[in-house]
């Protein structure tokens, strides 16, 4: 079965940097868009990034363009997500999560297969 | 604020009928982008529920149904059961913003 496992978490404090990794396992990596959600404390749920499939594609929340990286290795199945400049409103719990359709560039954008999450804080 | 509308909480009893509306805008779900629902328990990661309107997803009881209208879409869930108790978000694509995928505010689901 499908398989997300998040890592790389932590308490950072403000203008420090973070990855966080997704391994992946239980269907083809190289197949599907991948993305990353975040959910700060007690509220909803924001679409982070996505990398296609071949990670020729990437697109970004406007408030993270230009300080967050999102890519993969395929050869690794893991995903990640640089952060840099990090922000007190980038709290959040970050989950890894497979696009619902398969080699739909740069993706389908719906989600249909979740990490457990990684929390990440930001606090001085 | 999120782009897409969606009451903050609706209730039922056990058996009963609810609907989850969702309201987006002409460069959402009125420009004819899909709408998907999911399914959140309290520190447990969301389930996708319904995917392009009205699809159930694997594993999916019946009970639960999804359609799209103009620029709003519903989430219904008919027999409702205790175990429905929890938060649901909808969730479509914007092209007023580059590349971005939106979700509504969520709606908290309380079963009398």
């Known amino acids: 079965q499908v398989q997300l496992v998040e890592s790389g978490g932590g308490v950072v404090q403000p203008g420090r940097s973070l990855r966080l990794s997704c391994s992946a396992s239980?269907?083809?990596?190289?197949?599907?868009?991948m993305h990353w959600v975040r959910q700060a404390p007690g509220k909803g749920l924001e679409w982070v990034a996505v990398?296609?499939?071949?990670?020729?594609?990437?697109y970004y929340l406007d408030s993270v363009r230009g300080r967050f990286t999102i890519s993969r290795d395929i050869s690794k199945s893991t995903l990640y997500l640089q952060m840099d400049s990090l922000r007190d409103e980038d709290t959040a719990v970050y989950f890894c999560?497979?696009?619902?359709?398969?080699?739909?560039?740069?993706?389908?954008?719906?989600?249909?297969?979740w990490g457990q999450g990684t929390v990440v804080t930001v606090s001085s | 604020q999120s782009v897409l509308t969606q009451p903050p909480s609706v209730s039922g009893a056990p058996g009963q009928r609810v609907t989850i509306s969702c309201t987006g805008g002409?460069?959402?779900?009125?420009?004819?982008?899909?709408v998907h629902w999911y399914q959140q328990f309290p520190g447990i990661a969301p389930k996708l529920l319904i995917y392009?309107?009205?699809k159930r997803a694997s594993g999916v009881p019946d009970r639960f149904s999804g359609s799209k209208s103009g620029t709003s879409a519903s989430l219904a869930i008919s027999g409702l059961r205790a175990e429905d108790e929890a938060a649901y978000y909808c969730?479509?694509?914007?092209?007023?913003?580059?590349?971005?995928?939106?979700f509504g505010g969520g709606t908290k689901l309380t079963v009398l």
């Open positions: 999560v497979r696009d619902g359709d398969m080699i739909v560039v740069p993706a389908a954008y719906y989600f249909d297969s």
């Open positions: 239980g269907f083809t990596f190289s197949q599907y868009a």
């Open positions: 990398i296609s499939n071949d990670g020729s594609a990437k």
């Open positions: 002409n460069s959402n779900i009125g420009a004819g982008y899909d």
């Open positions: 392009d309107n009205t």
């Open positions: 969730q479509s694509f914007d092209d007023s913003i580059s590349g971005s995928a939106i």
